[in-house]
């Protein structure tokens, strides 16, 4: 099993730590809210990539906080919830769509094709699921962070779901009923940062130009190159049962969308017909076909990801230290010099965003390093691999950054990635492994690359830069 390999090549990567603690205390009694009740085999579900819902990452490390240490302050990072595909990909699912209720359809498996419909998608914008996914996570943290909640600080990027799905968090994280109405009748966040091209903005990087304008994305050279390996002979077998669609290799990521997809269209999550015409193995390949693309497209393969998310690893820093935010990369000086728009006397914030901004920000963090993945690889030589983006990004996933200290005023941090602790062991961590802890200097000195604005952002964002070397 895919999660059961995770868990075992997480823990081989904590640092040892003092055993005896934590046998000395339970690990695992915090409010944390599971995900759908799903009813088809979870086997799919974990494999839907980036259309994945949310669930409750078990966690190898502790949980809970240490004995003698509290969380003084978090940052949660929340990708928006569950959403209808984007306008491009719409156009893409009907035309392929299109194609297969035009087929003969040889194989009674198949007989749903008929009537199969994409009527109640709403391009770009969220479902009432991803609704109500957001609503959940405001409720969880609210009782999860009870102390810390009443001093809470809210920013958004600026795309309509992302808004909203910051919005039904508010509701929820302010304890009232859960109700679907017009955004326009509900909480806005504190900030609002746009998303426009060339705009300054942390949580949504718009503003490297090296990256926004390279003609070639590695990400999609990543889907083509496995898109070759895997596909072939699911296109024939399509092409078989739906006579004369005469399906592409590319259509075939496209029909497994439409079993996550379905899946969140409306307040409950039903899978549709779509997830049971791929066998688990087709589903681990649909899974690594996200996994290679965010890996190369946006996360650790791809050497701009951590420059274009240092701007936001600086305010982290800015929050959790209390010193001003170092400007430059991404920042937005109007921004991040006043305390209406960049609080630090709060103990409670969010920040809502988009996946591949996440993808990111998890290499600019450093935590979640992966190997290369290959792309030329047979099917049955997908090698063990813990960067997998339904584990990471799903819809409404979560990071949450905590600051814990103790009575001594030991300052300590620890990033969980839907709920799951991420292991750290950055030179000075100190004694906490164990728990994923490490001590606030250690791990700020950890990040120093990302105050090194200069030298780095400015350059690499440059057109003109030669990326090989930073991809060490
Ligand atoms: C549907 O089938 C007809 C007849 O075979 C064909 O002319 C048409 O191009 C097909 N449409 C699509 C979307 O495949
Ligand atoms: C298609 O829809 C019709 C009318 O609603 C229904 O009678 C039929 O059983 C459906 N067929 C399939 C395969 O779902
Ligand atoms: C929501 O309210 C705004 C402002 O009253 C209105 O313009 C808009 O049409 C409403 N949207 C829907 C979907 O009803
Ligand atoms: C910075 O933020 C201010 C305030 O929101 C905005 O007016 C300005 O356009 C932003 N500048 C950039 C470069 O993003
Ligand atoms: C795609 O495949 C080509 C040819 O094998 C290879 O050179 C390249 O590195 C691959 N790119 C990615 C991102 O996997
Ligand atoms: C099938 O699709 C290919 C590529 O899109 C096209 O060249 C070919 O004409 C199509 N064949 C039929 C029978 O529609
Ligand atoms: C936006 O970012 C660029 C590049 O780092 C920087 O030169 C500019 O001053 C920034 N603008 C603001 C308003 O912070
Ligand atoms: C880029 O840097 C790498 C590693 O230092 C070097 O091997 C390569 O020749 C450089 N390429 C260019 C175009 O300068």
Redesign the pocket.
């Known amino acids: 099993m895919k999660t059961v390999a995770l868990f075992a090549l997480l823990s081989t990567l904590v640092t040892a730590g003092p055993i005896e603690s934590r046998s000395t205390q339970s690990c695992d009694t915090a409010p944390y809210s599971s995900g759908p009740k799903v009813s088809t085999s979870e086997h799919t579900i974990l494999s839907l990539g980036a259309y994945a819902p949310f669930i409750s990452r078990q966690s190898s490390l502790c949980r809970d906080t240490p004995k003698g240490f509290t969380v003084d302050q978090v940052t949660i990072v929340s990708r928006h919830g569950a959403r209808s595909p984007t306008a491009s990909a719409l156009k893409k699912i009907t035309a392929t769509i299109a194609k297969a209720t035009n087929a003969t359809i040889t194989d009674d498996a198949f007989a749903f094709v008929k009537n199969y419909t994409l009527d109640g998608y709403t391009a770009d914008q969220l479902t009432d699921f991803g609704r109500r996914q957001m609503y959940d996570s405001g409720v969880t943290y609210a009782k999860r962070y009870k102390s810390l909640a009443k001093k809470s600080f809210t920013r958004s990027a600026s795309q309509d779901r992302v808004v909203e799905s910051s919005q039904y968090f508010i509701q929820g994280f302010s304890g009232q009923k859960f109700n679907i109405i017009n955004s326009t009748l509900l909480t806005l966040p504190d900030v609002i940062v746009s998303e426009d091209a060339g705009m300054n903005n942390t949580m949504a990087n718009m503003n490297c130009p090296a990256f926004d304008d390279a003609t070639v994305d590695p990400g999609d050279v990543a889907e083509d190159n496995w898109t070759a390996v895997f596909a072939p002979p699911i296109t024939a077998r399509l092409n078989e049962k739906l006579s004369g669609a005469n399906f592409t290799d590319a259509d075939v990521a496209i029909l497994m969308s439409m079993c996550g997809y379905d899946a969140i269209k409306n307040l409950d999550y039903a899978v549709g017909p779509w997830c049971s015409v791929f066998t688990d193995d087709e589903w681990d390949q649909n899974e690594y076909w996200f996994d290679v693309s965010k890996y190369w497209g946006r996360s650790w393969g791809n050497p701009y990801a951590r420059p274009r998310y240092s701007g936001y690893v600086n305010e982290v820093i800015s929050r959790l230290t209390g010193n001003p935010v170092v400007l430059g990369g991404s920042t937005n000086s109007t921004l991040d010099t006043n305390a209406v728009d960049f609080p630090l006397d709060r103990t409670f914030y969010m920040d809502a965003t988009h996946d591949n901004d996440m993808s990111g920000l998890l290499a600019a963090l450093r935590i979640g390093k992966d190997d290369p993945l290959p792309t030329g690889v047979a099917t049955d030589k997908i090698p063990r691999h813990h960067f997998t983006v339904s584990q990471i990004v799903p819809f409404a996933a979560r990071f949450a950054i905590e600051r814990l200290s103790n009575k001594a005023g030991d300052k300590y941090v620890r990033i969980l990635i839907n709920d799951a602790v991420s292991p750290m062991d950055f030179p000075g961590c100190g004694d906490y492994g164990w728990a994923g802890m490490c001590e606030l200097d250690a791990w700020v000195a950890a990040q120093s690359y990302s105050q090194d604005v200069n030298s780095y952002y400015d350059e690499v964002c440059s057109t003109n830069y ?4 930073l991809l060490e």
Not at 466 to 469: K, L, P, R
């Open positions: 030669n990326v090989t070397v």
